[in-house]
């Protein structure tokens, strides 16, 4: 472990097969914990439902969901526009519920006002 901080931290981005996520599925993720050495990648491919159904992405969506509210804060780049919304229109679609109560940092913002 590099630092510690009080809050749990990561950095986390989605692969999607399509930008609208009315179409597309969530191919993989990309979680990092700031305090460690290696990311977490979650991959639709890995999941035991492929084998099954190629055109569902649920499990992938349960566990980065499960992933992502493990942590206290977590932040990406453009993520307040594309990442979390996508994931969670594919989680309703899936019958999952969406991710809330979550503090999010939106990297996009900090880099466009500097």
Avoid at 40 to 47: C, F, G, S
Avoid at 52 to 64: F, G, N, Q, T, Y
């Amino acid at each position: 472990m590099s630092g510690s901080s009080i809050f749990s931290v990561c950095v986390f981005d989605i692969e999607t097969s399509n930008l609208n996520a009315d179409f597309g599925i969530i191919l993989c993720a990309v979680i990092m914990d700031v305090n460690e050495q290696k990311p977490k990648i979650i991959r639709w491919d890995e999941t035991s439902e492929f084998k099954k159904d190629r055109s569902s992405d649920k499990e992938v969506c349960r566990l980065i969901k499960q992933e992502l509210e493990s942590y206290d804060v977590i932040i990406g780049y453009n993520s307040s526009r594309f990442d979390i919304p996508f994931l969670n229109t594919r989680l309703l679609k899936n019958n999952l519920e969406m991710i809330t109560g979550i503090k999010h940092i939106d990297l996009l913002y900090s880099a466009k006002y500097y």
